[in-house]
C-alpha cells in the first residue's frame, strides 16, 4: 500500500462504490424494475425508515466532533435537511409520505417496532461507528452520497414505471436528494482529501467507506431473506401478523 | 427523597441555582465590581473563550441523542446561536470579539493553548457528562441558563462602569444570550418535568444541574487560583511568558 495522490485517493473511494453499493443489490433491482409485490415495497420502505430517521443522530454526532465553527455550519446543514424547519418538512418527514403513499399506516412506521432486528443492528452499528471512529472515517463514511443519484434515478425512474401504486409525490422525498448528496458529497471528499495524509489515513477513510456501503447492502440482505425467500418473515416484524406467525408485543 | 410534583421539581432547581450558581464566586464578584485588573480580565476572556466554543460541540451531542425530529430542531437552534450562519456570525465570534475588544490576539484565543489546563478538564468534563449519562442528565446539565439572566446583568452593568476598556461592542455577545438562554431554559426545563418521572430520575436531573454549577464555579477557581493568588500562574498559560516563566511549545 503506498500514499495515494489526490486523484487516486478519489479514484479508489469511486472503486470502492462501483464494487459495492446497493445498487448492485439483487434487491434493488428487483424493486426499481417492478419485480416486488406491494407488500414488499412496504416492507423495504418500514425498514428504511428506521435508516432515515438515525440519519440526523449520526449527522449531530459528527457536527459535535468538528472542532471548527465552519465545517460545523456545513454539516449542520444535513440536520435542516432531515429534520426541516417545522413538524411535516425534512427528510424524515419525506419517508414517511412515501410510506404511507405506498399503503403502510404512520403510527406503525414511526414506532420503528415492525423493523427486522438487521435493520436495527446494521444502522446502529453506522450510528456507533460515527460515534466511536476517527472523525476521518466518520466523515468518510458518508461518502456514499457520491453514488446516491444513479441509484435515485434509477429508483424513481422504475418505481413510477412499473408501480401503479407510486407517484411523484410519493417519491417527493429523492427530489431534494438529488441536489443536497452531490453537495454533502463534494464537501465530505474535500474532508477526506484534506486530512487523509497518511497511508494509515487513506486505509481508514477507504475502510469506512467500505463499511458504509456493507451495511447499506447488508439492509437489503435482510429484506431479500424475509420478505423474498418464502416463510422467512420472523415473527413481530411487518407482515408476519397477516400470516399469522405470532407477534412480539 | 420523595417524588416531586412539577413545581417542587423546579423549586428544587432553583434552590441549587441559588447556592450554587457562580455569581456567587469571589472572582465573579472581583470582576463585575472593577476589582479586576486588565489582565484578570484578559485571562477570563481567554480561558472562557475554550468553554464557548465547546458549548456547540456539546449541544450536537444532544440533538444526536434526541429520537424525535421535534426535540432535534429545538435544540438545533443552539447550534445556530453558537456557530451562527457564515463566518463572524455567532456566539462564538462574538466571544472573540469580546476577547479582543480586552486586548487580546485573536489567534492566542482561538489557539486555545494559554488556557489553564483546569479550564480544559472542567470544560471537556462537560462534553464527556453530556455524551456518557443519559439525555435526562444531559439536557439537564443546561439548566444553569435559568440563571444566567441575572449573572449577564451584573456582569455587562459593573464591567461597563467599572472598566474603561470594556464597551457595549465588546459585550454585544451577552445581547442576544439575554434572550436566547430564557427560550433554551423554558425548552429544557418542560423537558426535564416531563421526563423525571421517578425519584431516581429527578434526584438524577438535580444532580447534573449541581454538576453544571460546580464545574462553572469550578472554572472560576481557576482563575482565581492562576491569576488573583500572587506567583501562582502556570507555565505555558496566559501571562506566564510575561512573568518570565518557562512557557511550553
Known sequence: MKLLNDHELE????????KHYHNLHPF?????SGGCTREQVQAWALNRYYYQCSIPRKDALIV?????????RAWRQRLVDHDGDAPGDGGIARWLRLATGVGLDAELVESCRAILPITRYAVDAYVSFVRERSLLEAVASSL????????ISERVAGMLANYDFVDRDTLVYFNARLHQAPRDADFALNYVKTHARTVEQQQAALGA????????WAQLDALYMAYVTP???PAGA???????LP???
Open 11 to 18: 479514484a479508489a473511494l469511486r472503486e470502492i462504490g462501483a
Open 64 to 72: 459535535g466532533r468538528f472542532p471548527d465553527a465552519e465545517s460545523r
Open 144 to 151: 456514499t452520497e457520491m453514488f446516491s443519484p444513479t441509484i
Open 247 to 249: 407477534v412480539a408485543a
Open 209 to 216: 467507506l467500505r463499511f458504509k456501503c456493507d451495511l447499506l
Open 28 to 32: 434493488h433491482k428487483m424493486l426499481h
Open 238 to 244: 411487518f407482515l408476519s401478523e397477516a400470516l399469522s
Open 231 to 233: 416463510g422467512m418473515i
